[in-house]
């Protein structure tokens, strides 16, 4: 996965780090296979870019028909909010409908996921995870196998 920082500043005096949307790339080699369908993702804070070490703070852009599949990590809790579009959350094996304003917070461990339900809007979730710094330390796990963006 590649993610670029190429709009990272760190504070003169070491304590901060600032980025912007617009200098973000979205993160590379998201795969289908571990559950990141069509959408497009920017690792804005992350212990890479800013030495984050509990926290992992994003942003992600859902074009209609995209989603995250079910997954978990079970060294993060996760919060999400909802500022685009509309969609629903796979909580488990429930579904909860999320408009612009919601905000889910899930649990370490806890499976769950996001699907944009727009034929012809984009959904943006801004996300934290709180207790791990990146995806590896977080331990991302996709619930089952994902082929080509459709289930197994």
């Known amino acids: 996965m590649s993610i670029g920082f190429e709009g990272v500043v760190e504070m003169q005096d070491g304590r901060a780090t600032k980025v912007h949307l617009d200098e973000i790339t979205y993160a590379d080699g998201l795969k289908p296979g571990e ?3 069509d959408m497009k993702v920017q690792f804005l804070i992350t212990e890479e870019n800013a030495g ?10 859902f074009t209609p028909g995209s989603r995250h599949e079910s997954h978990r990590h079970q060294n ?6 909802l500022v685009a579009g509309e969609g629903i959350v796979l909580d488990g094996d429930d579904e909860i409908p999320m408009k612009v304003g919601d905000v889910i917070h899930t649990k370490k461990g806890q499976w769950h996921g996001f699907r944009n339900t727009s034929a012809s809007e984009d959904a943006v ?3 934290l995870w709180a207790g791990a710094g990146s995806r590896d330390a977080a331990g991302y796990e996709a619930r089952s196998p994902v082929a080509d963006g459709t289930k197994d």
Do not use: D, H, N, S
């Open 76 to 81: 993060a809790e996760e919060i999400q909010y």
């Open 35 to 37: 559950g990141w369908i």
């Open 52 to 61: 984050a070490q509990e926290v992992v703070f994003g942003r992600t852009v």
């Open 125 to 127: 979730l801004i996300w």
